[in-house]
């Protein structure tokens, strides 16, 4: 099974668009137009079958997923909504989905790297430990959507390397390693589209959006 983007060039590039069995890590700076995008992909599931929507941020305006299930005709009881509050919560999230949980074929996790940085101290030998969860958390992800025929969406964001001034997914190399697609969103300033490079597997070409009412909307 596949979910629409709204995008058919990225739809396309995908294969059909967000396949299931897989990771698809979507990242970029913020008001790049990732949550417009996967709201839009929601709403795209939805119609099918249903979505499920985890927020690790407490980021997520109702109103504007409210607006984009409107504007797609798509009843909102078929999209799942929750949020969470600590790591470990996330954690448990992740096994309940595991061990056959799934309340829907689409699951995503937006600002999945969120509560992650919470944790941080800035000691390597505590910290480590962490990146470890991390790293747990998304092999029981990769499992629960090969097992249960899921296709899962973690949307992330950057971080500057101080050194060079380039931006960077938050731990790039374990969401990288785990996921089957990657994915990075970023707008220009002065703007008014946003772009989509492909990252992994990697293809010479850009997916140009704005974000409209409905999600988003192809250029």
Same mark, same amino acid.
């Given at each position: 099974?596949? $979910?629409s983007t709204g995008l058919p060039r990225l739809d396309d590039a995908l294969g059909g668009g967000i396949p299931t069995k897989s990771i698809t890590l979507i990242y970029g700076q913020e008001k790049s137009g990732k949550t417009s995008l996967v709201l839009r992909i929601i709403a795209s599931a939805a119609r099918a079958a249903s979505a499920a929507y985890v927020d690790c941020s407490g980021k997520l305006h109702p109103e504007r997923l409210s607006q984009v299930l409107e504007a797609n005709r798509v009843e909102s009881d078929r999209v799942y909504v929750t949020s969470v509050d600590n790591f470990l919560q996330q954690e448990e999230i992740i096994l309940k989905l595991h061990d056959g949980g799934a309340p829907a074929p689409l699951?995503? $996790?937006d600002d999945f790297t969120y509560l992650h940085r919470m944790e941080l101290t800035g000691n390597v030998r505590e910290d480590t430990r962490v990146y470890k969860r991390l790293a747990f958390q998304l092999a029981a992800l990769k499992e629960a959507a090969l097992n249960w025929d899921l296709a899962v969406i973690?949307?992330?964001q950057v971080h500057s390397?101080?050194?060079s001034g380039?931006?960077?997914a938050?731990?790039?190399r374990i969401l990288g390693y785990w996921a089957d697609h990657v994915l990075r969103?970023?707008?220009e300033p002065g703007k008014k589209f946003s772009t989509i490079s492909f990252e992994k597997p990697f293809r010479d070409r850009v997916v140009r959006f704005r974000v409209v009412r409905s999600g988003v909307s192809p250029l």
């Open positions: 099974m596949r $979910f699951i995503i $996790f973690v949307v992330g390397i101080p050194e380039e931006a960077r938050v731990a790039r969103v970023s707008r």
